[in-house]
């Protein structure tokens, strides 16, 4: 089994105490335009070797890493949704950090739901995503990577999107409905806006969702749903930092990349993927 960052892990960084838990889902059901995520865990994890082992002047893997095994993606979705839930539940009940690596989006309802069961408090999710995710089917597959986010706000998951910029009239009605906090990428791009923070009453511990598109194709352009106009790198890396202060980041997820043969790109996610556990120690 490939390993998270094994060229870099100490033998003492390995164990079961370990503070994260790498959880690989190669899931591909409902993407609606490219193909490809199912090869996104592999990727980002046989990129992960050519990380260093700081980031941002954090040492995340200093703290411990394991990478488990892929998960079974077959069978309905909702039973891939329980058996992922199961999982981030016995990491956060553990004590321990979950990171999921997509896969699609839709892989967000299982990771976060199991987190929210093993916290039983509120819970924020902060999304990085050219789309809203929250129409209430699309194609009609309720666990579409397209409603992801309507199912997790029905269950009380208040969201905080960053980087918007493709959605439809539902969605828009959805994100009042569900009292959806966000700033649009025209207006953060445009700004060159890297902080926003969060109402007072969002939730203290807070669930990260990356989606790759949230990035400008420019930058990002293996990914299923490519839309112009989209984030830079650290302005979607500072963006979740900056809105992370004062809260406790308790599982993310880095989804939605299709590889196409360049390994830029793999890195991208990789790189990601450990910034985004070095703002869970920050």
Avoid at 36 to 44: D, E, L, Q, S, V
Avoid at 85 to 103: H, Y
Avoid at 151 to 179: K, M, P, S, Y
């Amino acid at each position: 089994m490939t390993i998270f960052l094994n060229s870099e892990l100490q033998p003492g960084e390995r164990t079961q105490d370990a503070r994260f838990r790498i959880i690989p889902v190669p899931l591909e059901r409902t993407v609606s335009y490219g193909s490809g995520t199912a090869n996104g865990p592999a990727a980002i994890i046989a990129a992960s070797n050519e990380l260093e082992r700081i980031t941002n002047a954090i040492e995340p893997c200093a703290h411990g890493i394991v990478t488990e095994s892929p998960l079974d993606c077959t069978g309905p979705l909702p039973d891939v949704m329980e058996r992922l839930a199961q999982r981030t539940r016995a990491a956060t009940a553990a004590g321990k950090i979950p990171v999921t690596l997509g896969g699609e989006h839709s892989l967000s309802y299982g990771a976060v739901t199991g987190v929210a069961r093993a916290l039983g408090r509120p819970l924020g999710l902060i999304q990085i995503d050219a789309h809203a995710d929250l129409r209430i089917a699309y194609q009609g597959e309720k666990h579409s990577h397209a409603s992801v986010m309507h199912l997790l706000a029905e269950t009380g998951i208040r969201l905080a999107q960053f980087g918007v910029r493709a959605l439809c009239q539902q969605e828009i009605d959805n994100r009042t409905r569900h009292d959806v906090f966000y700033k649009d990428a025209e207006d953060l791009v445009t700004g060159n806006i890297h902080a926003i923070d969060l109402p007072d009453d969002f939730p203290e511990h807070v669930y990260v969702s990356f989606d790759v598109d949230g990035l400008d194709p420019s930058q990002m352009p293996a990914t299923g749903t490519p839309v112009p106009g989209g984030l830079g790198y650290y302005q979607a890396l500072h963006l979740v930092e900056h809105a992370l202060k004062g809260r406790k980041c308790v599982g993310l997820d880095v989804v939605e990349l299709a590889p196409d043969g360049n390994a830029a790109w793999d890195f991208t996610a990789a790189q990601i993927t450990y910034r985004l556990m070095a703002a869970c120690l920050g």
